[in-house]
DNA sequence: ATACACGATGAAAACGTTTACGAAACACCG
DNA sequence: CGGTGTTTCGTAAACGTTTTCATCGTGTAT
C-alpha cells in the first residue's frame, strides 16, 4: 500500500493481447484469409502452405477469438439449461448425463435454475443472447411460461410437458405406464379402497399425471376413489412423515398400501410408520416415484417407478443439436417410458417365496 | 413435401435479422454512439434524447449482439466451472448455490464435468476463450491438473486444495477440524483400538485429511493405530457394505465405532451391520461424513459431519468475481471449518438421557 | 468582444474473424 | 500459342459493438 508509487515501469501489469489470427498470418509469410481457411476448410489449401500455417499457430499457441467467430457465424455451440431447481440427485442427474452428451457432439451447457422466474433480472435476458439453443424443463402447470418460450427466436426444446401446437421439440416422461403398474402392483394384495396416493401440490405436472394414473387404475376396478385416498403436499421427506403420522393416528394406516410422488416421500411414510411400529411390507406396502439411488440404500429396499432421467438428458440435448443444425424440420415429440422397479417395500408373501 | 415449389416468395424462411444498434440509430435519428451511450452510460447524454433513445430500443425490441461486445470489452460475463464428476447431491447443491450466486452478482455459469479429463477433446480448449475465469473443483492428488491450470491465462478459482505458489484464488474445506472432532466423540464412549476409518482409495485429497485427521487424534490418545484401522475402497454404498461385513465375518466389528469417508459409506456400513443383527448405536456406533440430506430421512438418524457446500459455491464465485473486477489483486487464500453433527447413530447413553 | 470550459453529439477507427470476389499461376486441349 | 478450367491465395468487405477524438453550440469569466 504505502509503496504503490516504486518501480513506475513495472513489466507485470501489461496487458500482453493474445496472438490473432494476424500475428499467425505474418509469422507464416501468408495472409489472414489463408489462416482462416486452414482453420477451417483445409481442402482449400495447398498442403505445404497448410503446414507452414500449422508450424505458426503451435508456435504462437494462437486461438482463435470466439466472440469474433461468433458475431460472423451467429453460432457460439453453447446451449442453454433452464431448470426449475437444482436440488436433489435427480437434476444432478439430469445434468450429468446432458452435459455428456453436449460434450461429445462439441457443445458446452450454460445452466440455469432461474431462467424462468417472475423476478425476471438483466441478467436473464443476457444469457438467450449468448446461447445457440435452449434446454427448458417445466414441472408446473403454469402458462405464463410457455408464452415467454413462445416469443424467444432460437430453437428450444422442452422437457416435461408437451404443450398442444408449438413447433418446438418435446420430451415427455410417461409417468401414466409406470403409475398405472405400480398402482396394479399394489392392488395384487391390497383392496382399492386401501389403496393411497400420496403427492405434490396440485398444479405439479408430475405429482397430477401420476394422480390421475393412480384414480385412473382404481376406476378400472370398479372403484371410484375417494378424495381422502390422494392427498397433496409437497415433494418433501417431511411431508410424507406428516401423511403418515396423520393415519396411524387415526388407525388407517395399517393393512395399506402407498403410491408416493417421490421416493423423498415414501421415506418419509417409511419412517413414520415405523416410529408407529409398523412393519414394512407387512402392515404397509409402500413405491416410491423416481428410483433414486435411496431406493436401493434403505431396508427394506424401496420399490420405486424408474423415471429415464439419463435418456430424458440426452434426448434433449440431441432434440435441440438436430433443430439446431437442420433448421426448418418439423419437431418431433419423445415420450419415454417409465417402469415400476420391484423391491423389498413392496413385496407381498407370495412374490418373494 | 409435393407443392414445395408453391409460394416462391413465401415469407417463412426468411433470415430476418435482429435489429442492430444502428436501426436503433436510424429510428431515433441519432448516430450509434449515442445509442451506445444511452445503453452503457446514460449520464453521458441529455435526458431528452435518452428518452427518444430508449423508445426506439423498447418499440423495436433491440437486444444488443452480446458477440460484438464481448469482442470488444474482451468480457462475456461467464464462468466456467470445472467438476471433478456430477453425481449426487453434493454437487447438485454445490451448482445450486454456486448459479444463484453468480445470477446475482451479473454472471453466468458454464459447467463441464470433464475439463480436465485425459481425453481434453477440442471442446475443451474452446470453452476456456468463452469464460472469462474458471472454477475448478480438484478431488485427486494429481500434480498435472495444477500445471495446465497454470498454463491458463484467466483468472482461476482452485476448490479442494490450497497449492503452495501458486497466484490463485482458493477455497479449501478444513476436513481436519470435523474428523478430528468426531473421533474425539467416537472415543468417548469406544477405546482408541475400535476405531475404526472407512475411506476411499489413496490419493483423493479429502479421504486423505480425513484419515489422516483421524490417525492423528488417536496418537494424541497415545495410540498408534493399526494399518487395518484405516481402510482404503471408494465413496461408495457397496464399498461400505463390503467392508462391514468382512469385519463381521471377522467378528471385529462389535462394540466399535467407525468414521467413514462420506455418507454413502456410512449407510452401507450401517444396513450390513443390522444384516448381521448388530444395533445401531448400541453395537456400533458410526459418524458419516457431508451431513447429505440422507442423514435425517435414516433410522437411526445418522451423525455426520458438515461440509459447508453452500458457503463454499458462494465464496468460489465470489473470489472468481473479486479477482476478475479487480485485477492484480492479491489472492486470498479462504478456508471453511466442518463441523460434526451429532445424531443418532452415534450417541452413547449417556448422550442421550 | 474574446477566450475558455463544458455538455452533447457524431465520425470513424478499432476488435478478430469469415467469406465473396477476383487475380495469378498452372495445366490441359485444341 | 490462345483459350479454358482449376487450384491457390490475397484484398477487402462485412459482422455489431465500444470508444477516442473532433465538432458544435452555449454559457461564463475576462
Redesign the interface.
Known sequence: MTRAETSPSSS??KPKR?VSIRGVAEHAGVSIATVSRVLNSPELVSPSTAERVQRAVRELGY??????K??LTRR???IGVSLP?????F???L??NA??RA?ER?????????AHHPDD???N???L??VDGLIVMLTERVRVDLDAIAGL?IPVTVIGVDPPGMPVETIICDNTIGAARATEHLLVATPPERCFFVGAHVGNLDSDQRATAFASVLRGRGHEPDPRQIAHGEFS?EWGWEWAMERCDEGTLAGSAVLAAND?IA??IV?AA??RGLDIPRDLRIVGFDDS??C????PELSSVRVPVDEMAREAVDALIRSLEEP?STPRHIRLATSLVVRDSSRTAPENP
Open positions: 507485470n501489469d493474445p486461438r482463435p477469438n470466439l466472440f469474433a461468433s458475431l457460439s455451440r453453447v431447481d437444482i436440488h436433489g440427485e437434476y444432478a442427474e445434468m450429468h452435459d455428456r460434450c462439441g457443445y458446452h451447457l450454460l445452466v440455469s435454475s432461474n433480472g438483466p441478467q435476458g443476457f444469457a443472447d449468448l427466436d421427506f423423498e421415506v418419509g419412517n415405523r416410529q439411488r435411496i436401493s440404500l434403505l431396508r426448418g
